[in-house]
């Protein structure tokens, strides 16, 4: 066996448990961050969905985020889109069920 291939066998297991720990740390953070904004998120969609002015879909879903985004940077939340479009959709989801 050859140096690097020694080398290599002894970084792997340390590797493999580093990206599980980032894993679960990266988790974690998204978890916190969809339950921090799932409040607002429903403030957002409730709003747009009281608004006569709004009747697209898409119309209301720019506004829902362009609200939900305020919100959150009011607070101090700190999110992506991606994560703030997933909030608003499990907030719209919601808000049908119990319509």
């Not at 988790?27 to 998120?41: F, H, P």
């Not at 429903?42 to 009281?50: E, P």
């Given at each position: 066996m050859g140096l690097i291939a020694t080398i290599k066998g002894w970084f792997?297991?340390?590797l493999a448990k580093f990206r599980a720990f980032l894993a679960a740390i990266f988790?974690?953070?998204v978890e916190e961050t969809l339950a921090a904004l799932k409040?607002?998120?429903l403030q957002a969609v409730m709003a747009v969905a009281a608004d006569p002015g709004l009747v697209?879909?898409?119309s209301?879903?720019?506004e829902a985020l362009r609200r939900l985004s305020a919100l959150a940077e009011?607070?101090?939340i700190q999110a992506g889109d991606s994560l703030k479009n997933l909030a608003i959709e499990l907030a719209v989801q919601y808000f049908k069920a119990t319509k």
């Amino acid at each position: 066996m050859g140096l690097i291939a020694t080398i290599k066998g002894w970084f792997s297991p340390l590797l493999a448990k580093f990206r599980a720990f980032l894993a679960a740390i990266f988790r974690g953070a998204v978890e916190e961050t969809l339950a921090a904004l799932k409040d607002i998120a429903l403030q957002a969609v409730m709003a747009v969905a009281a608004d006569p002015g709004l009747v697209t879909d898409d119309s209301r879903r720019k506004e829902a985020l362009r609200r939900l985004s305020a919100l959150a940077e009011e607070r101090g939340i700190q999110a992506g889109d991606s994560l703030k479009n997933l909030a608003i959709e499990l907030a719209v989801q919601y808000f049908k069920a119990t319509k």
